[in-house]
Every structure is written in structure tokens, then in C-alpha cells.
């Protein structure tokens, strides 16, 4: 059985850091597109950013430069690095898992595609 769990969510005031963890259990792929996804309070869920098993990777606009994803395959993790955080970042962030690797260009409209979530984790960016 599949399972992700994030963590490292919090508040922080605007212009800190964060960074999100998110471990997975239950699944070995070859192949993969893993991502990040956010739902700001009142919004649907928006794509962050997405990272596929050869380490290619997509930013939304909102968050290049700011935000930066990563993974460690030995630990079955997927990490989500936030700077220069604004109160629009606001959400509960969510990690996502699908085998289907061709999802990474258009993950940000396949929110609803990814197989495998976790439970979210809250950031609150305010001053």
C-alpha cells in the first residue's frame, strides 16, 4: 500500500524559509513523476512543482526562483525548499506520486490525476 506523509509545515512570517518533507512508503517505480501541490484557503488545489525519476523538473511561475524540490531516492523522500515566502503561499501543501512520467509537463492541470497523496500540510505565511 502506498503512503506519502508530509511534514515541516508552519507559520512564518513573510520573506522566511521553509521546507516541506514528504516520505513515501509501500511503492518501488522505475519510473515516476512526483510533485507538489497547494491549496490556498477558498482556491482549488494549484501544481507547485513536479520532479520525474530522471530528475527533471517544472515550476509554476509563482514560486521559480523561490521554491525548489528535490529527492532522495535512498530515503524514499521528496523534500519541497521555500524562500522568500509571501502570504500568497498560504495553503495546505500536498505531495503527489504517479507512475505515469508523462504527466511532469502538465502536471499543474493534472491535479486530479496523481494516484497517490498524502494528508497535507498547513503553511501560513503572515505578518
Known amino acids: 500500500q502506498v503512503q506519502l506523509m508530509e511534514s515541516g509545515g508552519g507559520s512564518v512570517r513573510p520573506g522566511g524559509s521553509l521546507t516541506l518533507s514528504c516520505k513515501t512508503s509501500?511503492?518501488?517505480?522505475?519510473?515516476?513523476?512526483m510533485a507538489w501541490f497547494r491549496q490556498p484557503p477558498g482556491k482549488d488545489r494549484e501544481g507547485v512543482t513536479a520532479?520525474?525519476?530522471?530528475?527533471?523538473?517544472r515550476y509554476a511561475d509563482s514560486v521559480k526562483g523561490r521554491f525548489t524540490i528535490s529527492r532522495d531516492e535512498g530515503k524514499n523522500s521528496l523534500y519541497l525548499r521555500m524562500n522568500s515566502l509571501k502570504p500568497e503561499d498560504t495553503g495546505v501543501y500536498y505531495c503527489?506520486?504517479?507512475?505515469?512520467?508523462?504527466?511532469?509537463?502538465?502536471?499543474?492541470?493534472?491535479?486530479?490525476?496523481?494516484?497517490?497523496w498524502g494528508q497535507g500540510t498547513h503553511v501560513n505565511v503572515s505578518s
Open positions: 509501500g511503492w518501488t517505480l522505475n519510473h515516476y513523476v
Open positions: 503527489a506520486v504517479d507512475s505515469r512520467w508523462w504527466f511532469l509537463p502538465s502536471y499543474e492541470s493534472r491535479a486530479y490525476d496523481f494516484g497517490y
Open positions: 520532479i520525474d525519476s530522471d530528475g527533471r523538473t
